[in-house]
Protein backbone atom coordinates (compact mmCIF):
# COMPACT_ATOMS: atom_id res chain seq x y z
CA UNK A 1 0.00 0.00 0.00
CA UNK A 2 0.99 3.59 -0.60
CA UNK A 3 0.12 6.30 1.40
CA UNK A 4 0.74 10.12 0.95
CA UNK A 5 1.40 12.65 3.60
CA UNK A 6 0.46 16.28 2.68
CA UNK A 7 1.92 19.82 4.18
CA UNK A 8 2.03 22.96 3.69
CA UNK A 9 -1.49 24.75 3.12
CA UNK A 10 -3.17 27.53 5.20
CA UNK A 11 -3.69 31.06 5.01
CA UNK A 12 -1.69 33.40 2.40
CA UNK A 13 -1.74 36.79 1.08
CA UNK A 14 -2.40 37.74 -2.42
CA UNK A 15 0.53 38.07 -4.02
CA UNK A 16 2.06 35.41 -1.58
CA UNK A 17 4.09 32.56 -1.38
CA UNK A 18 3.19 29.23 -0.58
CA UNK A 19 4.95 25.88 -0.69
CA UNK A 20 3.24 22.16 -0.74
CA UNK A 21 4.89 19.18 -0.34
CA UNK A 22 3.32 15.29 -0.54
CA UNK A 23 5.71 12.21 0.69
CA UNK A 24 4.90 9.11 -0.52
CA UNK A 25 5.72 6.01 1.73
CA UNK A 26 4.98 2.07 1.89
CA UNK A 27 5.60 -0.50 -0.61
CA UNK A 28 7.28 1.51 -3.07
CA UNK A 29 9.31 -0.18 -5.35
CA UNK A 30 9.53 3.39 -7.74
CA UNK A 31 7.26 6.10 -8.28
CA UNK A 32 6.71 6.46 -11.92
CA UNK A 33 4.82 10.06 -11.70
CA UNK A 34 3.96 12.82 -9.01
CA UNK A 35 1.72 15.62 -9.35
CA UNK A 36 -0.75 18.15 -7.90
CA UNK A 37 -4.02 18.62 -8.73
CA UNK A 38 -7.11 20.90 -7.07
CA UNK A 39 -10.55 21.04 -7.11
CA UNK A 40 -13.40 24.10 -6.22
CA UNK A 41 -16.35 23.20 -5.21
CA UNK A 42 -18.60 22.16 -7.80
CA UNK A 43 -16.27 21.56 -10.58
CA UNK A 44 -13.92 19.32 -11.70
CA UNK A 45 -10.15 18.28 -10.24
CA UNK A 46 -7.44 19.61 -12.29
CA UNK A 47 -3.64 19.05 -13.00
CA UNK A 48 -1.87 22.03 -11.82
CA UNK A 49 1.84 20.58 -12.48
CA UNK A 50 2.98 17.13 -12.26
CA UNK A 51 6.25 15.50 -12.80
CA UNK A 52 7.57 12.10 -13.48
CA UNK A 53 10.25 9.76 -12.92
CA UNK A 54 12.18 11.22 -15.76
CA UNK A 55 11.91 14.99 -14.16
CA UNK A 56 9.75 15.83 -17.24
CA UNK A 57 7.64 18.66 -16.01
CA UNK A 58 3.75 19.42 -16.87
CA UNK A 59 2.12 22.74 -15.97
CA UNK A 60 -1.41 24.49 -16.25
CA UNK A 61 -1.77 27.46 -18.19
CA UNK A 62 -2.60 29.23 -15.32
CA UNK A 63 0.03 27.45 -13.08
CA UNK A 64 3.48 28.55 -16.02
CA UNK A 65 5.59 31.24 -14.89
CA UNK A 66 4.05 31.12 -11.17
CA UNK A 67 4.40 27.55 -9.78
CA UNK A 68 7.45 25.33 -9.93
CA UNK A 69 6.80 21.41 -9.52
CA UNK A 70 10.09 19.55 -8.09
CA UNK A 71 11.09 16.28 -6.51
CA UNK A 72 13.46 15.02 -3.70
CA UNK A 73 13.23 10.95 -3.82
CA UNK A 74 9.38 10.38 -3.08
CA UNK A 75 8.57 14.08 -1.66
CA UNK A 76 6.96 16.43 -4.11
CA UNK A 77 7.17 19.83 -3.57
CA UNK A 78 4.62 22.99 -5.46
CA UNK A 79 6.14 25.95 -4.98
CA UNK A 80 3.62 28.75 -5.50
CA UNK A 81 4.26 32.49 -6.21
CA UNK A 82 2.41 35.51 -6.85
CA UNK A 83 -0.86 33.72 -5.60
CA UNK A 84 -3.92 35.03 -6.91
CA UNK A 85 -7.43 34.58 -5.10
CA UNK A 86 -8.69 31.97 -8.00
CA UNK A 87 -5.80 29.99 -6.78
CA UNK A 88 -7.60 29.76 -3.60
CA UNK A 89 -8.97 26.12 -3.23
CA UNK A 90 -8.18 22.34 -1.89
CA UNK A 91 -4.86 20.59 -3.72
CA UNK A 92 -4.95 17.06 -3.63
CA UNK A 93 -1.59 15.12 -4.11
CA UNK A 94 -1.35 11.80 -6.85
CA UNK A 95 1.33 9.60 -7.31
CA UNK A 96 1.40 6.74 -9.54
CA UNK A 97 4.09 4.07 -8.55
CA UNK A 98 4.97 0.84 -8.82
CA UNK A 99 4.65 -1.56 -5.82
CA UNK A 100 4.86 -5.18 -5.44
CA UNK A 101 1.43 -5.62 -6.49
CA UNK A 102 1.74 -3.88 -9.52
CA UNK A 103 0.95 -0.21 -10.12
CA UNK A 104 -0.63 1.87 -8.27
CA UNK A 105 -2.20 5.40 -8.10
CA UNK A 106 -3.07 7.31 -4.83
CA UNK A 107 -4.73 10.65 -4.21
CA UNK A 108 -3.82 13.09 -1.11
CA UNK A 109 -6.44 13.99 1.32
CA UNK A 110 -6.58 17.32 0.20
CA UNK A 111 -4.90 20.83 1.10
CA UNK A 112 -6.70 23.80 1.71
CA UNK A 113 -5.27 26.92 0.49
CA UNK A 114 -6.88 30.01 1.33
CA UNK A 115 -5.79 34.16 1.84
CA UNK A 116 -6.01 35.97 4.46
CA UNK A 117 -8.16 39.28 4.93
Known amino acids: QVHLVESGGGLVQPGGSLRLSCTAS????????MGWYRQAPGTQRNLVADIDSGGTTRYADSAKGRFTIFRDNHTAYLQMNSLKPEDTTVYYC?????????????WGQGILVTFSS
Open 94 to 106: NVGANTPQGYAEV
Open 26 to 33: GAILSIVN
